[in-house]
């Protein structure tokens, strides 16, 4: 479903110039719809992994973690899963929840604990070929390429 609807994008529609969004409400309704129908578990490894954040954090920041942060850590890498089509929760998918929710703790309280940098943001139109080059170019930098170079080996 995910390759039908990449090619029906840049069969249909170019990316830097066409002023309309790229999918319509409809499409993103069905996309959302069948994501979010997937039965997903989470591996031991990656509850491991947020439970330990999860401590790590409350014994850091305090009060400042709320009790059901390890809930929205598990939704989200759970979440991740679902929109990756993949029926299993995996560390990958753990360590991105980590990342977006101290990225919501930097926005919240000006800095990262782990010393993370906050994401840009981008605002004008073509919004995602920017987001695209600035995660083509962290995964080259900082990653090796490793990410973006597994994702393309499964297709």
Do not use: W
């Not at 080259?140 to 490793?146: I, R």
Request: overall charge positive; proline content about 3%.
């Amino acid at each position: 479903m995910s390759a039908h609807l990449i090619n029906k994008v840049t069969r249909d529609r170019s990316l830097s110039t066409h002023p309309h969004p790229l999918l319509t409400n409809d499409e993103i309704i069905e996309i959302l719809s069948f994501c979010s129908s997937i039965d997903v578990t989470i591996q031991s490894d990656a509850h491991q992994l947020l439970t330990s954040y999860y401590v790590a954090s409350r014994r850091l920041r305090g009060s400042d973690t709320p009790l059901t942060a390890l809930n929205t850590l598990i939704s989200l890498s759970v979440s991740h899963a679902k929109l990756n089509l993949q029926n299993i929760a995996t560390i990958n998918d753990s360590l991105l929840s980590i990342l977006i929710y101290e990225q919501s703790l930097i926005h919240r309280y000006g800095h990262s604990a782990l010393y993370i940098k906050p994401f840009l943001h981008f605002k004008e139109q073509d919004s995602i070929i920017n987001l695209y080059v600035y995660c083509t170019t962290y995964n080259n930098a900082v990653l090796g390429g490793k990410i973006l170079a597994k994702k393309t080996n499964k297709n």
